[in-house]
């Protein structure tokens, strides 16, 4: 049975709803707020929750949030692979989301920031796994170069799928080629297809992104799946959203679920935006549905 493996990282979301992002020194009242286990922490119960076994084998903290972090994860039948790091805590992003649902982040990385080569060679992976690497964890200096190369020793008929995230364009290129070499496939939003492409037009970015596999997020739009085979829009479902936190993490672990399921890509992406756009309807980060909620709403 396929599994998926997130080498990124599971960290902790302090969320405050406001009306709007405060201006510089100055502050605003938030309406609610909470504390939620996010980051990798999405991704994996999204694809969890689509049937598809999970593992996280990024590093966690000793300390209050990363006891957190392993109690959700046990809570959603994932794998931890690697033991915890003795000498810090697990580390916190602060997500403002406004009255529109958009979100605004503030990250300080703890244990989750400390994955070194020697971590990466506990993790033992089968032919049918599918491993995910994010864009946050390959622009920090200690995992971006272990994952790097670690890809490197990953066999052939591993499925590596790259998110390159909001941090890009920060990724050192000694990091990101052999990263981008490796990927099967790349799962981003149309920001991030621009700055991983350096081009200011989305179609040349997909077009560019072709030859690599890849499915790119249009927000309502629903995405773009470029393969060699052409490219294709899938149209997304209309909603309100009242939270655009963790949509983008819903769509890749329902849609990388698709893949390991053995549906085609155009398929896979069809479900991936069922469940973000259910995603969006919900507060917090991790709202990925469960498989009887997506098929209800393609049923619909």
């Not at 796994?129 to 622009?139: M, N, R």
């Not at 081009?199 to 690599?212: N, T």
Request: negative net charge; hydrophobic residues 45%; charged residues 20%.
């Amino acid at each position: 049975m396929s599994r998926l493996v997130h080498v990124g990282q599971v960290i902790v979301d302090l969320v405050m709803y406001v009306p709007h992002l405060p201006e510089r020194g100055g502050d605003v009242l938030a309406s609610g707020g909470g504390t939620e286990v996010g980051g990798g922490f999405n991704v994996l119960t999204a694809a969890a929750r689509q049937g598809l076994p999970s593992a996280y084998g990024g590093m966690h903290g000793t300390g209050p949030f990363g006891d957190l972090a392993r109690k959700r994860l046990a809570q959603e039948r994932i794998d931890v692979l690697q033991p915890p790091l003795p000498t810090m805590d697990t580390g916190v992003t602060v997500a403002l989301v406004d009255a529109e649902g958009e979100r605004t982040f503030a990250t300080t990385f703890g244990a989750e920031g400390q994955l070194r080569p020697d971590d990466l060679r506990r993790i033992r992976l089968f032919p049918d796994d599918i491993v995910y690497v994010s864009g946050y964890g390959l622009a920090l200096p200690v995992n971006g170069p272990a994952v790097s190369s670690w890809l490197s020793t990953v066999d052939p008929g591993v499925i590596v799928v790259l998110d390159p995230g909001p941090l890009a364009a920060e990724i050192p290129e000694t990091v990101l080629k052999p990263v981008l070499d490796r990927a099967d496939w790349i799962s981003c939003n149309e920001r991030e297809a621009k700055l991983l492409t350096g081009m200011d037009d989305l179609v040349e970015a997909v077009e560019s992104l072709r030859r690599r596999n890849a499915i790119v997020r249009i927000g309502a739009g629903g995405c773009v799946v470029a393969t060699a085979d052409g490219v294709a829009t899938v149209p997304g479902f209309p909603v309100r959203p009242v939270d655009t936190n963790g949509a983008g993490d819903a769509h890749a672990g329902a849609f990388i679920a698709g893949l390991a399921a053995g549906r085609s890509p155009l398929a896979a992406a069809r479900r991936a935006n069922a469940a973000a756009a259910i995603s969006v309807t919900r507060r917090g980060p991790a709202t990925g549905p469960t498989i009887d909620e997506v098929e209800k709403l393609l049923r619909d």
